[in-house]
């Protein structure tokens, strides 16, 4: 997120300075055609202070206080969703987050007043049935005997996914977290649709420059107040237990390139949504889901037992999915 909001900064200020051309344009014309209009013995209309008042374009108004809970919201949810993911691993990762666009019409029912249809209601019950299923999966899964995964001085480097306690937890966390950032595309919906009179909401590209901003900021504090005072406990050792296989050059180029593809990602996320629609995004979202849990299968399951796929996590995938899917469709058709 802080890094597609500083990357969108040029074209913020693009738009910003397109949008004050055409409010220069809509003033000087509505002064053009009031003129035309002009007749003898009306000069007290011309200077009535209510009519300068209606040519003035409506103003910008940025609450950075919510902004600013839309970002603590965003660190908070980013990172409870990275521990969740070593413990689950990436296919249920993908099944359990795909649920956030329930989560966001729960939330939006209470607190944005926005109605919930009846396919809408019963797709939020399968939705909450299919994940009750993954948890039957993982309790298969947690059958397998496997070795643990080895520790370090700041505890265990990878959660161990097919234990039943831990796995229970990361399927646990990862939810929270996924309604974690439901709150935020609620609170941000807020952001941009409300507004008071003669005021104008922020633009999109503008929230998402400052809650990326507000965002790096935080990670900054907690890089420099406990990343850097613990550099060689969290960072030194650790990689000294890794050589031949890790070093600085690697570490540095896996960030350029988690950057890069976030930036990829999100734009190519919000091009969608503009191009396509929300259902067709959504569907492939759903698709990702699955396409993701296959994959972890065959990749991880040899030495990650947790990753397996098996008759329960197969249903939950289905479910989840099905729903999700079913959901978006009643939602697009609703605002037809």
């Not at 890094?3 to 809509?26: A, F, H, T, Y």
């Not at 521990?83 to 019409?105: D, L, N, P, R, T």
């Not at 896996?254 to 396509?276: D, G, Q, V």
């Not at 249903?315 to 899917?325: D, E, L, N, P």
Request: charged share 15%.
């Amino acid at each position: 997120m802080a890094s597609v909001g500083l990357l969108l900064l040029p074209e913020w200020l693009r738009s910003r300075k397109n949008d004050d051309d055409i409010n220069m344009v809509d003033v000087s014309h509505a002064s053009t055609t009031k003129d035309y209009q002009l007749l003898p013995g009306t000069e007290e209309e011309i200077n009535d202070p209510q009519n300068n008042i209606n040519l003035k374009p409506p103003k910008e108004v940025v609450d950075h206080k919510v902004i600013f809970a839309a970002a603590c919201l965003d660190v908070i949810a980013n990172f409870a969703l990275t521990i969740g993911f070593f413990y689950v691993g990436s296919g249920m990762y993908q099944v359990i987050y795909s649920s956030v666009v329930i989560w966001c019409a729960v939330l939006s029912f209470f607190f944005l007043g926005r109605k919930v249809s009846v396919v809408q209601s019963i797709s939020i019950v399968g939705v909450s049935i299919g994940l009750a299923l993954s948890a039957l999966g993982i309790s298969e899964n947690s059958k397998l005997n496997t070795p643990p995964p080895p520790s370090s001085s700041t505890g265990t480097a990878m959660p161990h996914s097919y234990h039943m306690s831990s796995t229970m937890f990361g399927m646990i966390i990862t939810s929270f977290a996924t309604f974690g950032y439901a709150c935020v595309y609620v609170v941000s919906d807020q952001i941009l649709t409300s507004r008071a009179p003669d005021t104008l909401p922020p633009s999109p590209k503008k929230v998402c420059f400052l809650v990326g901003t507000y965002g790096t900021i935080l990670s900054l504090i907690y890089i420099i107040f406990y990343t850097i005072p613990n550099w060689n406990i969290l960072i030194t050792q650790e990689m000294e237990k890794k050589i031949p296989h890790s070093s600085y050059f690697v570490i540095i180029l896996m960030y350029i390139l988690l950057c890069l593809s976030s930036f990829i990602h999100n734009f190519a996320y919000y091009w969608l949504m503009k191009e396509i629609g929300n259902v067709s995004t959504g569907i492939l979202n759903s698709l990702r889901a699955i396409i993701v849990f296959g994959l972890s299968h065959m990749m991880f399951c040899r030495i990650d037992h947790g990753q397996c796929f098996n008759f329960w996590k197969g249903w939950s995938a289905v479910v989840v999915v099905g729903f999700v899917t079913v959901f978006s469709v009643s939602k697009a058709r609703e605002s037809k």
